[in-house]
């Protein structure tokens, strides 16, 4: 018998935008097709127990594999523009419309007076109608011209990106099973401010490379920004140590030697050993 071996990374998006009669038939199917498979790879201790409950099988069945990324890959920025940076689609679900209203909020107030907001990722035609309401909203505001937008979402140009900004905030309020993205910020010595949910706790607590925010509206999410934009120090602070919480815990080298240890130990079983 060949052991099988699946990867778990937010696929319940996918069975949630169906209707709940076939969400129902999905789950039953993945449920039924699980005594097949040997371990589910979650990407985060957040996603097993999620999908655990999900489908309903025991802890044994999964074993977190954390991604990793190429440290050498990502330089430590030197930069010094004052801007925050998101790194996402352009989709308000995804955090960027409580982004912008936090922006509003920090704007008001002279000492922001010369910080921006730099937008990477791109949108589908579905975004169309939130970013131009935004963008009326922000020119009332007379705050539109110190937003950028990058188009780009290919790796060199996030690398770019990320040279660029100060502070990286993707306030997405439902979550998610893993953020690469806060890998590469965090490699790249930019320190994050994220809500608390999904797996970004669980990313921070290892690298202490950023913030949480317990509240994910406007006014809590300015406040935590604020703190980071008005001392350098816990900015430079907090980039160093993210930069090393990478290296020691989501490394693709380490990524590989957790793969091969999972592998080998089914395999062992396997043969008896």
């Known amino acids: 018998r060949i052991p099988v071996f699946c990867f778990l990374q937010d696929e319940h998006q996918w069975v949630e935008s169906m209707s709940l009669s ?7 199917a993945i449920y039924a097709q699980g005594e097949f498979i040997q371990r589910f790879l979650p990407v985060s201790d ?8 999900k489908l309903r099988l025991p802890p044994e069945k999964f074993q977190t594999i954390y991604p990793g990324i190429s440290l050498e ?5 030197s930069s010094t523009t004052a801007a925050i940076g998101y790194v996402s689609r352009w989709d308000h679900r995804l955090g960027l419309g409580v982004l ?15 910080w921006k907001l730099f937008i990477l990722g791109g949108k589908a035609e579905e975004d169309e109608k939130f970013l131009a309401q935004a963008k009326r909203k922000l020119e009332e505001k007379k705050i539109f011209q110190d937003i950028q937008f ?4 290919h790796e060199k140009a996030r690398k ?36 608390l949910v999904g797996s970004y706790p669980e ?28 001392v350098p120090e816990i900015r430079q602070k907090l980039g160093m140590q993210g930069r090393m ?19 080998l130990k089914e395999k062992n079983c396997a043969d008896g050993v």
């Not at 998610?176 to 910020?185: I, P, Q, S, V």
């Open 150 to 153: 990058f188009p780009h979402f």
């Open 203 to 230: 990313i921070l607590q290892k690298t202490q490379g950023g913030i949480l925010c317990e509240s994910c509206c406007a006014e809590a999410l300015a406040a935590k920004l604020s703190e980071l934009i008005l």
């Open 22 to 28: 076939y969400q129902e038939k999905v789950w039953e």
């Open 245 to 263: 919480g990478v290296q020691n815990f989501f490394t693709v080298e380490q990524m590989a030697k957790q793969i091969e240890s999972v592998f």
């Open 160 to 195: 770019e990106f990320y040279s660029q900004i100060s502070i990286l905030c993707v306030p997405n309020s439902q979550g998610e099973a893993f953020g690469l993205f806060l890998l590469e910020a965090q490699a790249s010595c930019i320190p994050v401010v994220q809500p």
């Open 100 to 114: 912008f209203d936090a922006f509003s909020l920090l704007k008001e107030e002279k000492k922001f007076k010369e």
């Open 46 to 53: 957040f996603y097993s127990d999620y999908m655990q409950q």
């Open 73 to 77: 890959d990502f330089v430590p920025s």
